[in-house]
Protein backbone atom coordinates (compact mmCIF):
# COMPACT_ATOMS: atom_id res chain seq x y z
CA UNK A 1 0.00 0.00 0.00
CA UNK A 2 1.54 3.70 -1.13
CA UNK A 3 0.59 6.54 -0.05
CA UNK A 4 -3.02 7.87 1.28
CA UNK A 5 -5.93 6.61 0.90
CA UNK A 6 -8.22 8.94 -0.67
CA UNK A 7 -11.40 8.02 1.08
CA UNK A 8 -14.13 5.70 1.25
CA UNK A 9 -16.35 6.03 -2.02
CA UNK A 10 -19.96 4.49 -2.39
CA UNK A 11 -21.98 3.12 -5.33
CA UNK A 12 -25.26 5.63 -6.20
CA UNK A 13 -28.32 5.13 -4.28
CA UNK A 14 -30.44 4.09 -7.60
CA UNK A 15 -27.58 0.52 -7.71
CA UNK A 16 -28.22 -0.20 -4.00
CA UNK A 17 -30.76 -3.22 -5.55
CA UNK A 18 -28.46 -4.40 -7.22
CA UNK A 19 -25.49 -3.86 -4.71
CA UNK A 20 -27.37 -5.92 -2.44
CA UNK A 21 -28.38 -9.01 -5.05
CA UNK A 22 -24.51 -8.56 -5.15
CA UNK A 23 -23.82 -9.39 -1.47
CA UNK A 24 -26.40 -12.01 -1.11
CA UNK A 25 -24.40 -13.71 -3.43
CA UNK A 26 -21.36 -13.43 -2.42
CA UNK A 27 -22.39 -14.68 1.24
CA UNK A 28 -24.25 -17.61 -0.19
CA UNK A 29 -20.41 -18.15 -2.50
CA UNK A 30 -18.75 -17.64 1.19
CA UNK A 31 -20.42 -20.50 2.27
CA UNK A 32 -17.85 -22.95 -0.27
CA UNK A 33 -14.87 -20.97 0.50
CA UNK A 34 -14.44 -22.80 3.83
CA UNK A 35 -16.87 -25.81 3.43
CA UNK A 36 -14.76 -27.80 0.89
CA UNK A 37 -11.26 -28.15 3.10
CA UNK A 38 -13.41 -28.71 6.19
CA UNK A 39 -16.26 -31.49 4.63
CA UNK A 40 -12.77 -34.15 4.52
CA UNK A 41 -12.45 -34.01 8.53
CA UNK A 42 -15.64 -36.40 9.37
CA UNK A 43 -14.90 -38.78 7.11
CA UNK A 44 -11.23 -38.67 7.12
CA UNK A 45 -10.97 -42.11 8.57
CA UNK A 46 -13.68 -43.44 5.44
CA UNK A 47 -10.64 -41.87 2.87
CA UNK A 48 -7.55 -43.28 4.54
CA UNK A 49 -8.92 -46.71 4.66
CA UNK A 50 -10.53 -46.45 1.11
CA UNK A 51 -6.81 -45.07 -0.50
CA UNK A 52 -4.65 -46.95 2.29
CA UNK A 53 -3.49 -43.24 3.05
CA UNK A 54 -0.72 -43.04 5.87
CA UNK A 55 -1.67 -40.87 8.80
CA UNK A 56 0.96 -38.02 7.34
CA UNK A 57 -0.36 -37.93 3.63
CA UNK A 58 -4.08 -38.07 5.09
CA UNK A 59 -3.54 -34.89 6.99
CA UNK A 60 -2.79 -33.36 3.79
CA UNK A 61 -6.20 -33.62 2.94
CA UNK A 62 -6.30 -30.73 5.04
CA UNK A 63 -3.33 -29.16 5.45
CA UNK A 64 -2.67 -28.31 1.59
CA UNK A 65 -5.69 -25.80 1.03
CA UNK A 66 -4.02 -23.69 3.84
CA UNK A 67 -0.44 -23.80 1.89
CA UNK A 68 -2.55 -22.88 -0.89
CA UNK A 69 -4.04 -19.79 0.68
CA UNK A 70 -0.47 -18.42 1.28
CA UNK A 71 1.27 -20.00 -1.94
CA UNK A 72 -1.31 -18.91 -4.49
CA UNK A 73 -1.79 -15.74 -2.98
CA UNK A 74 0.28 -13.68 -5.93
CA UNK A 75 -1.05 -15.62 -8.61
CA UNK A 76 -4.69 -14.98 -7.38
CA UNK A 77 -4.38 -11.11 -7.34
CA UNK A 78 -2.70 -11.11 -10.58
CA UNK A 79 -5.85 -12.81 -11.97
CA UNK A 80 -8.25 -10.27 -10.30
CA UNK A 81 -6.23 -7.42 -11.71
CA UNK A 82 -6.11 -8.70 -15.10
CA UNK A 83 -9.45 -10.43 -15.36
CA UNK A 84 -11.40 -7.93 -12.82
CA UNK A 85 -13.35 -8.73 -10.03
CA UNK A 86 -16.50 -10.01 -11.99
CA UNK A 87 -14.46 -12.55 -13.67
CA UNK A 88 -12.09 -13.35 -10.59
CA UNK A 89 -15.33 -14.69 -9.17
CA UNK A 90 -16.23 -16.84 -11.84
CA UNK A 91 -12.87 -18.65 -11.42
CA UNK A 92 -13.23 -19.00 -8.16
CA UNK A 93 -16.43 -21.05 -8.35
CA UNK A 94 -14.93 -22.57 -11.46
CA UNK A 95 -12.11 -23.81 -9.65
CA UNK A 96 -13.68 -25.29 -6.79
CA UNK A 97 -16.54 -26.96 -8.13
CA UNK A 98 -13.91 -28.45 -10.50
CA UNK A 99 -11.57 -29.28 -7.36
CA UNK A 100 -14.46 -31.35 -5.19
CA UNK A 101 -15.22 -33.39 -8.35
CA UNK A 102 -11.93 -34.40 -8.95
CA UNK A 103 -11.43 -35.13 -5.24
CA UNK A 104 -13.95 -37.91 -5.04
CA UNK A 105 -13.20 -39.28 -8.55
CA UNK A 106 -9.92 -41.12 -8.04
CA UNK A 107 -6.78 -42.06 -6.02
CA UNK A 108 -4.36 -40.82 -3.77
CA UNK A 109 -2.49 -38.39 -6.59
CA UNK A 110 -6.19 -37.60 -7.66
CA UNK A 111 -7.61 -36.55 -4.82
CA UNK A 112 -4.57 -34.66 -3.67
CA UNK A 113 -4.51 -32.90 -6.80
CA UNK A 114 -8.24 -31.77 -6.18
CA UNK A 115 -7.65 -30.84 -2.72
CA UNK A 116 -4.58 -28.38 -4.35
CA UNK A 117 -6.88 -27.47 -7.17
CA UNK A 118 -9.81 -26.24 -4.25
CA UNK A 119 -7.15 -24.46 -1.90
CA UNK A 120 -5.93 -22.43 -5.12
CA UNK A 121 -9.72 -21.93 -6.12
CA UNK A 122 -10.68 -20.56 -2.78
CA UNK A 123 -7.92 -18.24 -2.89
CA UNK A 124 -8.87 -16.41 -5.21
CA UNK A 125 -12.11 -15.91 -3.47
CA UNK A 126 -10.12 -14.66 -0.26
CA UNK A 127 -8.65 -12.23 -2.47
CA UNK A 128 -11.47 -10.85 -4.60
CA UNK A 129 -14.12 -10.88 -1.92
CA UNK A 130 -12.64 -7.92 0.40
CA UNK A 131 -12.55 -5.77 -3.30
CA UNK A 132 -16.13 -7.00 -3.77
CA UNK A 133 -17.48 -5.17 -0.54
CA UNK A 134 -15.16 -2.09 -0.89
CA UNK A 135 -16.96 -1.85 -4.25
CA UNK A 136 -20.50 -2.90 -3.68
CA UNK A 137 -22.00 -1.34 -0.47
CA UNK A 138 -21.57 2.30 1.37
CA UNK A 139 -19.07 2.56 4.30
CA UNK A 140 -22.35 2.65 6.51
CA UNK A 141 -22.86 -0.98 5.67
CA UNK A 142 -19.19 -2.28 5.44
CA UNK A 143 -18.77 -3.22 9.04
CA UNK A 144 -22.27 -5.46 8.86
CA UNK A 145 -21.61 -7.04 5.07
CA UNK A 146 -17.89 -8.38 6.25
CA UNK A 147 -19.45 -9.37 9.36
CA UNK A 148 -22.00 -11.19 7.51
CA UNK A 149 -19.34 -12.50 5.52
CA UNK A 150 -17.12 -13.65 8.05
CA UNK A 151 -19.96 -15.61 9.60
CA UNK A 152 -21.01 -17.36 6.42
CA UNK A 153 -17.35 -18.95 6.53
CA UNK A 154 -18.20 -20.30 9.83
CA UNK A 155 -21.82 -21.78 8.82
CA UNK A 156 -20.12 -22.92 5.76
CA UNK A 157 -18.23 -25.11 7.65
CA UNK A 158 -20.71 -26.19 10.47
CA UNK A 159 -23.10 -27.29 7.25
CA UNK A 160 -20.39 -29.41 5.95
CA UNK A 161 -18.58 -30.81 9.33
CA UNK A 162 -22.47 -31.86 10.18
CA UNK A 163 -23.63 -33.12 7.13
CA UNK A 164 -20.88 -35.09 5.45
CA UNK A 165 -20.66 -38.17 7.71
CA UNK A 166 -24.75 -38.74 7.63
CA UNK A 167 -24.22 -38.35 3.54
CA UNK A 168 -21.48 -40.72 3.80
CA UNK A 169 -22.91 -43.54 5.17
CA UNK A 170 -25.71 -43.52 2.99
CA UNK A 171 -23.94 -42.81 -0.18
CA UNK A 172 -20.42 -42.99 0.36
CA UNK A 173 -17.57 -40.36 1.11
CA UNK A 174 -17.17 -39.75 -2.96
CA UNK A 175 -20.27 -39.02 -3.25
CA UNK A 176 -20.92 -37.17 -0.04
CA UNK A 177 -17.99 -34.70 -0.40
CA UNK A 178 -19.09 -34.14 -4.18
CA UNK A 179 -22.43 -32.97 -3.32
CA UNK A 180 -21.76 -29.75 -1.46
CA UNK A 181 -21.34 -28.13 -5.17
CA UNK A 182 -25.07 -27.60 -4.69
CA UNK A 183 -23.94 -24.09 -2.93
CA UNK A 184 -21.79 -23.28 -5.23
CA UNK A 185 -24.05 -24.06 -8.27
CA UNK A 186 -26.90 -22.00 -6.62
CA UNK A 187 -23.78 -18.89 -5.46
CA UNK A 188 -22.99 -19.24 -9.48
CA UNK A 189 -26.82 -18.69 -10.26
CA UNK A 190 -26.90 -15.62 -7.82
CA UNK A 191 -23.85 -14.47 -8.90
CA UNK A 192 -25.04 -14.45 -12.34
CA UNK A 193 -28.10 -13.00 -11.36
CA UNK A 194 -26.31 -10.27 -9.82
CA UNK A 195 -23.76 -9.18 -12.76
CA UNK A 196 -25.90 -9.45 -15.84
CA UNK A 197 -25.92 -5.99 -16.77
CA UNK A 198 -21.51 -5.24 -16.28
CA UNK A 199 -22.69 -1.40 -15.65
CA UNK A 200 -24.53 -2.61 -12.57
CA UNK A 201 -21.08 -3.79 -11.08
CA UNK A 202 -18.48 -0.77 -12.36
CA UNK A 203 -14.81 -0.55 -12.65
CA UNK A 204 -14.70 2.02 -9.47
CA UNK A 205 -17.23 3.40 -7.76
CA UNK A 206 -19.08 6.55 -8.13
CA UNK A 207 -17.39 9.93 -6.05
CA UNK A 208 -19.26 10.66 -2.93
CA UNK A 209 -21.93 13.67 -3.33
CA UNK A 210 -22.00 16.13 -1.52
CA UNK A 211 -23.72 15.94 1.76
CA UNK A 212 -23.54 11.80 1.89
CA UNK A 213 -20.03 11.17 2.95
CA UNK A 214 -19.66 8.74 5.32
CA UNK A 215 -18.56 9.97 8.74
CA UNK A 216 -15.67 6.93 9.14
CA UNK A 217 -12.64 7.18 7.10
CA UNK A 218 -8.91 5.42 7.76
CA UNK A 219 -6.30 8.01 8.62
CA UNK A 220 -3.36 8.33 6.25
CA UNK A 221 -1.36 5.20 6.35
CA UNK A 222 2.64 4.30 5.90
CA UNK A 223 3.97 2.03 3.66
CA UNK A 224 4.45 -0.33 6.93
CA UNK A 225 0.90 -0.29 7.31
CA UNK A 226 -0.34 -3.42 5.51
CA UNK A 227 3.16 -5.60 6.12
CA UNK A 228 1.95 -5.05 10.23
CA UNK A 229 -1.78 -5.52 9.67
CA UNK A 230 -0.42 -8.86 8.03
CA UNK A 231 1.67 -10.18 10.44
CA UNK A 232 -1.31 -9.38 13.17
CA UNK A 233 -3.31 -11.70 10.94
CA UNK A 234 -0.71 -14.05 10.90
CA UNK A 235 -0.93 -14.13 14.84
CA UNK A 236 -4.49 -14.94 14.47
CA UNK A 237 -4.75 -17.69 11.86
CA UNK A 238 -1.42 -19.33 13.25
CA UNK A 239 -3.44 -19.26 16.88
CA UNK A 240 -6.63 -20.27 15.41
CA UNK A 241 -5.27 -23.36 13.29
CA UNK A 242 -3.15 -24.91 15.94
CA UNK A 243 -6.06 -25.01 18.40
CA UNK A 244 -8.45 -26.23 15.76
CA UNK A 245 -6.02 -28.70 15.49
CA UNK A 246 -5.06 -29.79 19.13
CA UNK A 247 -7.87 -28.57 21.33
CA UNK A 248 -10.03 -32.26 20.93
CA UNK A 249 -6.58 -33.65 21.88
CA UNK A 250 -6.08 -30.91 24.43
CA UNK A 251 -9.34 -31.47 26.22
CA UNK A 252 -8.74 -35.16 26.43
CA UNK A 253 -5.54 -35.18 28.17
CA UNK A 254 -5.87 -32.58 30.43
CA UNK A 255 -9.23 -31.97 31.12
CA UNK A 256 -10.11 -35.92 30.58
CA UNK A 257 -12.93 -36.38 28.08
CA UNK A 258 -13.27 -39.15 26.00
CA UNK A 259 -11.85 -38.43 22.74
CA UNK A 260 -15.90 -38.19 21.31
CA UNK A 261 -16.52 -35.97 23.64
CA UNK A 262 -13.32 -33.44 23.43
CA UNK A 263 -14.10 -33.26 19.72
CA UNK A 264 -17.53 -32.95 20.33
CA UNK A 265 -16.71 -29.95 22.39
CA UNK A 266 -14.08 -28.35 20.20
CA UNK A 267 -17.06 -27.58 18.07
CA UNK A 268 -18.09 -25.00 20.31
CA UNK A 269 -14.87 -23.46 19.47
CA UNK A 270 -16.12 -23.01 15.34
CA UNK A 271 -19.77 -22.54 16.00
CA UNK A 272 -19.92 -19.42 18.56
CA UNK A 273 -17.07 -17.97 15.78
CA UNK A 274 -20.80 -16.80 14.09
CA UNK A 275 -22.00 -14.94 17.36
CA UNK A 276 -18.54 -12.79 16.64
CA UNK A 277 -18.82 -12.29 13.28
CA UNK A 278 -22.18 -10.68 13.44
CA UNK A 279 -21.88 -9.21 16.96
CA UNK A 280 -18.34 -6.79 16.37
CA UNK A 281 -20.04 -4.45 13.78
CA UNK A 282 -22.62 -3.81 16.20
CA UNK A 283 -19.76 -3.10 18.56
CA UNK A 284 -17.66 -1.08 16.59
CA UNK A 285 -20.65 1.38 15.21
CA UNK A 286 -20.84 2.39 19.39
CA UNK A 287 -16.61 2.29 19.99
CA UNK A 288 -13.26 2.70 18.14
CA UNK A 289 -12.07 0.01 16.43
CA UNK A 290 -8.99 -0.69 19.12
CA UNK A 291 -11.63 -0.59 21.73
CA UNK A 292 -14.02 -3.37 20.09
CA UNK A 293 -10.18 -4.97 19.41
CA UNK A 294 -8.93 -5.18 22.77
CA UNK A 295 -12.38 -6.78 23.91
CA UNK A 296 -11.98 -9.42 21.43
CA UNK A 297 -8.33 -9.94 22.12
CA UNK A 298 -9.44 -10.27 25.97
CA UNK A 299 -11.86 -12.97 24.92
CA UNK A 300 -9.52 -14.73 22.68
CA UNK A 301 -6.69 -14.41 25.22
CA UNK A 302 -9.14 -16.27 27.77
CA UNK A 303 -8.69 -19.62 26.06
CA UNK A 304 -5.05 -20.43 26.25
CA UNK A 305 -4.41 -18.88 29.53
CA UNK A 306 -8.25 -19.92 31.14
CA UNK A 307 -7.04 -23.54 29.57
CA UNK A 308 -3.44 -23.38 31.19
CA UNK A 309 -4.76 -21.65 35.03
CA UNK A 310 -8.45 -23.32 35.45
CA UNK A 311 -8.83 -26.21 32.02
CA UNK A 312 -12.26 -27.28 34.16
CA UNK A 313 -13.92 -24.09 33.15
CA UNK A 314 -12.55 -24.78 29.51
CA UNK A 315 -16.34 -24.80 28.37
CA UNK A 316 -16.51 -20.88 29.53
CA UNK A 317 -12.85 -20.06 27.11
CA UNK A 318 -13.88 -22.42 24.50
CA UNK A 319 -17.05 -19.96 24.08
CA UNK A 320 -15.15 -16.83 24.67
CA UNK A 321 -12.03 -18.05 22.00
CA UNK A 322 -14.92 -19.06 19.50
CA UNK A 323 -16.64 -15.72 19.72
CA UNK A 324 -13.47 -13.73 19.97
CA UNK A 325 -12.01 -15.35 16.80
CA UNK A 326 -14.96 -14.59 14.56
CA UNK A 327 -14.73 -11.04 16.02
CA UNK A 328 -11.13 -10.77 14.77
CA UNK A 329 -11.21 -12.28 11.69
CA UNK A 330 -14.23 -9.12 11.06
CA UNK A 331 -12.13 -6.60 12.35
CA UNK A 332 -8.96 -7.41 10.29
CA UNK A 333 -11.06 -7.47 6.81
CA UNK A 334 -12.92 -4.44 7.75
CA UNK A 335 -9.76 -2.45 8.17
CA UNK A 336 -8.47 -3.79 4.71
CA UNK A 337 -11.69 -2.50 3.15
CA UNK A 338 -11.64 0.55 4.84
CA UNK A 339 -7.78 1.22 4.20
CA UNK A 340 -8.32 0.80 0.54
CA UNK A 341 -9.10 3.84 -1.41
CA UNK A 342 -9.74 1.62 -4.53
CA UNK A 343 -10.08 -1.97 -6.22
CA UNK A 344 -6.19 -1.90 -6.80
CA UNK A 345 -5.03 -1.25 -3.40
CA UNK A 346 -7.90 -3.45 -2.02
CA UNK A 347 -6.54 -6.35 -4.23
CA UNK A 348 -3.21 -5.76 -2.99
CA UNK A 349 -4.05 -5.92 0.68
CA UNK A 350 -6.10 -8.54 0.61
CA UNK A 351 -3.42 -10.63 -1.08
CA UNK A 352 -0.49 -9.27 1.45
CA UNK A 353 -2.61 -9.94 4.46
CA UNK A 354 -3.37 -12.92 3.47
CA UNK A 355 -0.78 -14.64 1.68
CA UNK A 356 1.59 -13.57 4.88
CA UNK A 357 -0.84 -14.48 7.01
CA UNK A 358 -1.98 -17.96 5.84
CA UNK A 359 1.88 -18.90 5.66
CA UNK A 360 2.18 -18.42 9.28
CA UNK A 361 -0.97 -20.16 9.95
CA UNK A 362 -0.07 -23.10 8.31
CA UNK A 363 2.81 -23.40 10.74
CA UNK A 364 0.87 -23.52 13.61
CA UNK A 365 -0.33 -27.51 13.93
CA UNK A 366 3.13 -28.03 13.50
CA UNK A 367 5.04 -25.85 15.53
CA UNK A 368 2.34 -26.22 18.59
CA UNK A 369 2.20 -30.07 18.07
CA UNK A 370 6.23 -30.15 18.02
CA UNK A 371 6.51 -28.09 21.35
CA UNK A 372 3.81 -30.55 23.10
CA UNK A 373 5.96 -33.72 21.80
CA UNK A 374 9.27 -31.65 23.13
CA UNK A 375 7.70 -30.15 26.37
CA UNK A 376 5.64 -33.19 27.43
CA UNK A 377 2.75 -31.04 28.03
CA UNK A 378 0.03 -28.76 27.51
CA UNK A 379 1.82 -25.70 29.16
CA UNK A 380 4.60 -24.34 26.85
CA UNK A 381 2.23 -24.85 23.64
CA UNK A 382 -0.47 -22.86 25.34
CA UNK A 383 1.91 -20.13 26.02
CA UNK A 384 3.48 -20.83 22.51
CA UNK A 385 -0.58 -19.58 21.55
CA UNK A 386 -1.00 -16.71 24.02
CA UNK A 387 2.33 -15.48 21.95
CA UNK A 388 1.01 -15.52 18.70
CA UNK A 389 -2.41 -13.72 20.10
CA UNK A 390 0.22 -10.77 21.49
CA UNK A 391 1.29 -10.58 17.76
CA UNK A 392 -2.35 -10.32 16.38
CA UNK A 393 -3.45 -7.54 19.20
CA UNK A 394 -0.08 -5.63 18.66
CA UNK A 395 0.00 -5.83 14.63
CA UNK A 396 -3.76 -5.50 14.21
CA UNK A 397 -4.05 -2.49 17.01
CA UNK A 398 -1.33 -0.70 15.72
CA UNK A 399 -3.35 -0.78 11.99
CA UNK A 400 -6.42 0.45 13.72
CA UNK A 401 -5.04 3.29 15.86
CA UNK A 402 -4.90 4.73 12.20
CA UNK A 403 -8.60 4.57 11.88
CA UNK A 404 -11.38 7.34 12.78
CA UNK A 405 -12.60 7.44 16.12
CA UNK A 406 -15.96 5.67 14.71
CA UNK A 407 -16.42 3.31 11.70
CA UNK A 408 -19.81 3.60 10.22
CA UNK A 409 -22.82 2.74 11.84
CA UNK A 410 -23.58 -1.20 11.20
CA UNK A 411 -26.83 -0.43 11.25
Not at 268 to 291: D, H, K
Not at 296 to 313: F, K, N, R, T
Request: net charge positive.
Amino acid sequence: MTGATTGLRWRAPGRAPTAGLVVVAVLVISLSLRGPVVAVAPVLARIQADLGLTAATAGLLTTVPVVCFAAAAPLASALVARTGPEAAVWWCLAGVTAGTLLRSAGGTGVVLAGTAVIGTAITIGNIVVPVVIRRSVPPSRAGVVTGAYTAALNVGSMITSLGTEPLAQLLGWRAATASWVVLLVAGGLLWAAATTRRERLPASAPAERSGTAPRARVREQPRWAPWVLMVGFGGQAFAYYALTAWLPTLLAERVGQSAAAAGASSSIFQVLAVVGALGVPLLLSRTTPVVALAVVGACWLSLPLGLLLAPEQWLLWSALGGVAQGGVFTIVFLLVVLMSADDRQARRTSALVQGGGYALASLGPSVVGAVRAASGSWDVPLLVVVGSLVVLLVGVGSVALGASRRVPDAG
